[in-house]
């Protein structure tokens, strides 16, 4: 099994600039949760998704924030203008829809905006 | 307040004692915690989960306790590798979102 995947793994990007994350979550699991990682802040939810459905939202920050899960297959999250505030690692995880609902995390991408 | 809370240490302890975490949690609808564990710039991974009755994992012991909304995680004859974060993680029902403590630094001192 691959594991969660997440591309790229370190961006830098200037202020204004639009950043898109990508994440392959692993076949059969039905949730997919973005985090956003700093040490002021900590693990922050940011969006999670079921069956492909967002179905909580309220951790995104703010408008500049999308994120989509067009199939089972693949997600992505974009920040649009970014700003040296939105620099973290980005954490895609996802999980079978079971009881016991362990949360398995891709390496991250860790954004840096200048 | 916030959903989880966990003491961000950092807790040094000397190896081979003992070391104990608690966390709460803020929602009595919450159903299914875990302990993971975040080495320094790599993602967080699974611990143990923690069940109603408590379970132990070789020299981790998770515990629960429902009344007054904690968990908590034992460590004996604590090794150097498990110097990490530990973050404590809630979920209310399947197909809900997870929530992740800050997490609690622990250094083991040779």
């Known amino acids: 099994d691959a594991g969660v995947i997440q591309s790229p793994r370190h961006e830098v990007t200037e202020m204004g600039q639009e950043v898109t994350l990508r994440c392959k979550p692993i076949?059969?699991?039905?949730?997919l949760f973005w985090y956003r990682q700093t040490m002021m802040r900590g693990l922050e939810l940011l969006i999670y998704f079921n069956n492909n459905v967002p179905i909580d939202d309220s951790g995104m920050p703010e408008d500049r924030f999308s994120a989509k899960m067009p199939n089972a297959s693949f997600s992505t999250l974009k920040i649009q203008p970014s700003e040296p505030r939105d620099s973290a690692v980005y954490f895609c995880?996802?999980?079978?829809?079971?009881?016991?609902?362990?949360?398995?995390f891709g390496q991250g991408t860790r954004l840096t905006v200048v | 307040r916030k959903e989880v809370e966990q003491d961000p240490g950092p807790f040094n302890v000397p190896e081979g004692a003992t070391v104990a975490f608690n966390c709460t949690y803020s929602?009595?609808?919450?159903?299914?915690f875990f302990w993971y564990r975040q080495d320094c710039r790599k993602e967080p991974k699974l611990l143990m989960s923690?069940?109603?009755s408590g379970n132990e994992d070789g020299r981790f012991t998770a515990q629960l306790n429902r009344a007054s909304q904690y968990i908590s995680l034992l460590i004996r004859d604590s090794k150097l590798s498990d110097s990490a974060t530990y973050l404590c993680v809630v979920s209310r029902a399947r197909g809900d979102k997870i929530i992740f403590g800050k997490g609690t630094r622990l250094h083991i001192l040779p």
């Open positions: 929602n009595s609808a919450s159903q299914s």
């Open positions: 076949s059969g699991h039905n949730s």
């Open positions: 923690v069940y109603s």
């Open positions: 995880a996802s999980s079978r829809d079971t009881l016991v609902m362990e949360a398995f």
